[in-house]
């Protein structure tokens, strides 16, 4: 396994972290997984072996079921990993059940504790934007958490570029804790992080862990153009996450892994996952499985080196228009462009 720095904190996450979505599979999670504690217990061992120390849940992933059932496996060896969890969405039906009050965090958090069997989340993150919270109430209540011991260090998930930045303002004004990272998903089919979410982890020093980085296995390889959707997918069970809006240049994506995998004598996933682990402040990816071989396959993908030209290759499948203002900063700004700057036009300036 390999380690990166999380963002400019002083944190080491292996570069593969272990997603716990499929833990528990109460309601519609089911469509993705329903491994109880001996099927969790068996992965989680693979995980440890293999050297990943970062283990992600969140609170609604099933209703709390998922934090309980790592909890329960981690029981014993908390203190030779790092967990992050979340807080933020819908878990119940009452008004405060929600968003990012003071209220609410301290409370989920509180539970999320409860559930783990451990004294503190190593990194809670904002699991989606509530535009209704004042962000002085919610880093003010974060602050507390880390001030508390609680929680080593907060981060967000799923924000706009505009949103990051309000929070990060609030912190750096008010000098309370700022993230650290975000988690966010990216992917060769979904490249929109790197308008923005990309050009500011840099020029911020966030730390970038990718969701779904095979696009809920659509990149995998198992997937194929023409062909039926297979069995025991999470589409088959009716998953529609992430959305496809254009399916001609997913089949051109996949073709393209598949053909670079078949090369390296490796599979397409594996492809997919090198690639990321190319891109600017990416620190980490939440790899998730229902069987030990999915993650054997995707731990194979940490020593996998593409070349210029299969990295090339990959660029023109999946690139994304240059859209205003970037294309009139590339005619204008390019002499005085800053990293972040270069986080998004330098693939595309040089292509």
């Known amino acids: 396994m390999k380690y990166?720095?999380?963002?400019?904190?002083?944190?080491?996450?292996?570069?593969?972290?272990?997603?716990?979505f499929t833990f528990g599979g109460a309601g519609a999670f089911k469509a993705v997984?329903?491994?109880?504690?001996?099927?969790?217990?068996?992965?989680?061992d693979t995980c440890?072996?293999?050297?990943?120390?970062?283990?992600?849940?969140?609170?609604?992933?099933?209703?709390?079921?998922?934090?309980?059932i790592l909890g329960e496996v981690l029981d014993g060896r908390r203190d030779d990993v790092l967990i992050s969890s979340k807080a933020r969405m819908r878990i119940a039906d009452g008004p405060n059940d929600e968003g990012f009050s003071r209220y609410h965090l301290i409370r989920e958090c509180e539970r999320s504790l409860k559930r783990l069997r451990t004294d503190r989340?190593?990194?809670?993150?904002m699991h989606e934007w509530d535009g209704v919270t004042p962000m002085e109430e919610m880093v003010s209540a974060l602050d507390a958490l880390v001030q508390q011991g609680k929680v080593r260090y907060i981060a967000c998930s799923n924000f706009s570029g505009w949103h990051i930045m309000k929070a990060l303002g609030v912190s750096d004004r008010s000098l309370r804790e700022r993230f650290v990272a975000q988690q966010i998903h990216y992917t060769l089919e979904a490249r929109e992080a790197e308008y923005e979410l990309l050009p500011i982890s840099v020029d911020q020093g966030?730390?970038?862990?990718?969701?779904?980085?095979?696009?809920?296995?659509?990149?995998?390889?198992?997937h194929r153009r023409g062909k039926g959707t297979p069995e025991g997918s999470r589409q088959f069970a009716g998953w529609t996450e992430p959305p496809i809006r254009d399916e001609e240049k997913l089949w051109n994506i996949v073709d393209a892994l598949v053909e670079i995998g078949d090369a390296h004598g490796v599979s397409a996933a594996q492809v997919a996952l090198a690639w990321l682990l190319t891109r600017p402040a990416v620190s980490s990816l939440v790899v998730g499985g229902r069987n030990q071989q999915q993650f054997i396959d995707n731990f194979r993908a940490v020593d996998l080196e593409l070349s210029e030209d299969e990295l090339k290759r990959l660029h023109e499948v999946s690139k994304l228009p240059v859209i205003y203002p970037y294309w009139h900063q590339q005619q204008f700004a390019s002499d005085r462009f800053s990293p972040g700057d270069w986080a998004l036009h330098r693939d595309y300036m040089e292509n």
């Open 48 to 68: 440890i072996d293999a050297g990943i120390n970062l283990y992600d849940t969140a609170n609604m992933y099933s209703t709390g079921l998922s934090e309980e």
């Open 4 to 20: 990166r720095t999380l963002g400019r904190s002083g944190l080491k996450v292996s570069v593969l972290t272990m997603g716990t």
């Open 33 to 44: 997984g329903a491994q109880g504690v001996k099927e969790a217990r068996k992965l989680v």
């Open 206 to 222: 966030l730390g970038v862990l990718v969701w779904s980085p095979l696009a809920a296995g659509l990149l995998s390889g198992k």
């Open 121 to 125: 989340i190593d990194i809670y993150h």
